[in-house]
């Protein structure tokens, strides 16, 4: 028997039929297969229900285990560590629960905060900057953490309710499609649920757009009064929130 064959054979073992391995082990160690067969999944899904709480306790224990144990069988270990097999559990959750999406995007903003938790430290710019930049030449730069992923539900005050041992609202969907915002403020890691004008004004300004720039945007979306005033209000809301890590005042401006 070949190595790739005796590969297949083990992972089968794993992760389908228990035994698989069956014909080429010898007799006496035969005792200790089901070992593996059970650990492997049981250490996997340990793993998933320590880098999900929140969602684990909204799935409750046997949903939680039961969707675990669909992400282990598709998903073999990919990374250096098993603190990174968390990835992509909220795809596998997805297809699971099409109709319940704030399942998935729990598992979005739970993985996001984690991994905000471990991001590149970074010092944000204090409000008091505010008055010293020159806004019409200025073009901000963002703390490293910062990410942002779409959002149709309330899966954000699911998760609040949950962590502060509260009892959660129901599933809803938004009523307009909107936005998670994740980032670490010193270390603490944060987020809001924001409307899809702020999640594309920070995308414009994360890829180099001036506010000047970000203010005419504004102003051409919902004129002049309420785009200005609403640029403002991002603007300290971004400081206050410490996403802003620095600032360049453009000579070509």
């Excluded at 073009?139 to 309710?161: D, K, M, Q, Y």
């Excluded at 994360?206 to 720039?213: I, S």
Aim: with cysteine; hydrophobic share 50%; proline share 6%.
């Amino acid at each position: 028997m070949s190595l790739i064959a005796l590969q297949r054979d083990f992972r089968r073992h794993l992760l389908d039929e228990a035994g698989a391995v069956r014909s080429w082990v010898a007799p006496e160690a035969l005792v200790g297969l089901p070992v593996y067969h059970n650990a492997y999944r049981v250490q996997l899904t340990d793993c998933l229900a320590e880098a999900y709480p929140q969602l684990h306790a909204w799935l409750g224990g046997e949903g939680f285990v039961a969707a675990a144990r669909c992400h282990v069988e598709c998903t073999p270990p990919s990374g250096w560590t098993l603190g990174v097999y968390g990835v992509g559990f909220d795809r596998t959750l997805a297809k699971l629960y099409p109709d319940d999406p704030e399942i998935a995007e729990l598992a979005t903003l739970e993985w996001m905060l984690a991994e905000a938790f471990e991001g590149m430290d970074a010092e944000a710019l204090s409000p008091v900057a505010i008055a010293a930049i020159d806004w019409d030449r200025a073009r901000l730069s963002f703390v490293p953490t910062l990410r942002l992923e779409p959002a149709c539900t309330n899966a954000g005050a699911i998760w609040s309710a949950l962590s502060a041992n509260a009892a959660p609202p129901g599933a809803a969907i938004l009523p307009e499609p909107a936005a998670m915002l994740v980032w670490r403020q010193e270390f603490t890691p944060c987020f809001r649920t924001i409307e899809t004008i702020e999640r594309d004004a920070l995308q414009k300004m994360a890829v180099g757009a001036g506010f000047a720039d970000l203010c005419a945007w504004l102003v051409a979306a919902r004129g002049e009064a309420a785009g200005v005033a609403l640029a403002g209000a991002m603007l300290g809301q971004w400081f206050a929130d410490g996403l802003v890590m620095g600032y360049e005042e453009r000579s070509d401006a």
